[in-house]
């Protein structure tokens, strides 16, 4: 099992492309459930809220957004997951690909890690999940980061390809 920070020392090693078996629950949330080595269980769920940026003066209309967050048995504090991360990761990035799928008239993608978890020294610390997702939905799934600020625990990014275009590539391909 895989740890948060050799996920980031071994990210282009690494295959995210085996995510949890999730459920989508309505338009907007995706649920998923497992269990740790030690034999918890437990349940998370992924979920999507629509809003509007004001780019009018910039491109003649508004752009659609997306906020994405995740939480695993009702909290969005750091979680010991018992070294399942890539999984985790692997099911954040699914649903987001499913989601842009279904919705291809959304551009960005927003999200953000609690303060709560920004002591650099937690092993499970949420803000360095999200570096991991945001490198690898730039780099392997069609975004461009328009807003990166891991210590603010900020992210913002656009999607780069028309969603038609990646319906059929894998998870660790550019959606082209």
Same mark, same amino acid.
């Given at each position: 099992? $895989?740890?948060?920070? *050799?996920?980031?020392?071994?990210?282009?090693e690494?295959?995210f492309?085996?995510?949890?078996n999730y459920?989508?629950y309505?338009?907007?949330?995706? @649920?998923?459930?497992? %269990?740790?080595p030690? #034999?918890?269980?437990?349940?998370?769920?992924? *979920?999507? /809220?629509?809003?509007?940026?004001?780019?009018?003066?910039?491109?003649?209309?508004?752009t659609?957004?997306v906020?994405? %967050?995740?939480?695993?048995?009702g909290?969005? *504090?750091?979680?010991?997951?018992? #070294?399942?991360?890539?999984?985790i990761v692997?099911?954040?990035?699914?649903?987001?690909k499913?989601?842009?799928? /279904?919705?291809?008239?959304?551009?960005? !993608?927003?999200?953000?890690?609690k303060?709560?978890?920004?002591?650099k020294t937690?092993?499970?610390?949420?803000q360095? $999940?999200y570096?991991?997702?945001?490198?690898?939905?730039?780099?392997?799934? #069609?975004? @461009?980061?328009v807003?990166n600020?891991?210590?603010? #625990?900020h992210?913002?990014?656009? !999607?780069?390809?028309e969603?038609? /275009?990646? %319906?059929?590539? /894998?998870?660790?391909? $550019?959606?082209?």
């Amino acid at each position: 099992m $895989v740890q948060i920070r *050799e996920m980031l020392d071994r990210l282009d090693e690494l295959t995210f492309d085996k995510p949890m078996n999730y459920t989508k629950y309505d338009d907007m949330s995706y @649920d998923f459930s497992f %269990e740790t080595p030690d #034999g918890e269980s437990h349940d998370g769920i992924i *979920e999507f /809220s629509k809003s509007v940026i004001d780019t009018t003066a910039q491109t003649g209309d508004d752009t659609k957004k997306v906020y994405m %967050e995740y939480a695993i048995d009702g909290t969005y *504090e750091a979680f010991d997951t018992q #070294g399942m991360h890539v999984q985790i990761v692997s099911t954040v990035i699914d649903s987001i690909k499913d989601w842009f799928k /279904s919705h291809p008239d959304y551009q960005f !993608l927003e999200y953000t890690a609690k303060a709560q978890n920004a002591d650099k020294t937690d092993a499970n610390n949420r803000q360095r $999940v999200y570096s991991i997702v945001t490198k690898l939905l730039s780099k392997h799934h #069609g975004f @461009d980061v328009v807003i990166n600020d891991p210590s603010a #625990g900020h992210y913002l990014l656009k !999607l780069r390809t028309e969603p038609e /275009s990646y %319906e059929n590539a /894998s998870p660790v391909q $550019v959606w082209k």
